[in-house]
């Protein structure tokens, strides 16, 4: 079984940082790509970053030279580091991992249970 457990979120002044955390755990082989997701209200979800088992790293338009996106994978931990924080990034962020059970040799799509964000004005 295996479980992603998302902290880091809240409440913070435009202009302002949080960091995410989402750390992996229970049976895993290895984990391959790692990403943030989030969902405003009455909209869906959106892509916000991406990180390979290797380093390589893609970001929606609207968060590129904000936000952040990092991974220990000794601690099987992705990170999401948002600065500049504005409004429009008041959201639910999510965490995802694609990551490869000790069993089955197979790939599976795994998901947080979110975290809220929420920026003021």
């Known amino acids: 079984q295996v479980q992603l457990v998302e902290s880091g979120g809240g409440l913070v002044q435009a202009g302002g940082s949080l960091r995410l955390s989402c750390a992996a755990s229970?049976?895993?082989?290895?984990?391959?790509?790692m990403g943030w997701y989030r969902q405003a209200p009455g909209k869906q979800r959106e892509l916000v970053a991406t990180?390979?088992?290797?380093?390589?790293?893609n970001y929606v338009d609207s968060v590129k030279g904000r936000f952040t996106i990092s991974r220990d994978n000794a601690k099987n931990t992705v990170y999401l580091q948002m600065n500049n924080l504005k409004p429009e990034d008041t959201a639910v962020y999510y965490c995802?991992?694609?990551?490869?059970?000790?069993?089955?040799?197979?790939?599976?799509?795994?998901w947080g249970q979110g975290t809220q964000v929420t920026v003021s004005s």
């Open positions: 995802n991992a694609h990551l490869v059970t000790p069993i089955s040799r197979r790939e599976y799509d795994y």
């Open positions: 990180i390979s088992n290797s380093g390589s790293t």
């Open positions: 229970g049976s895993i082989f290895s984990i391959n790509l």
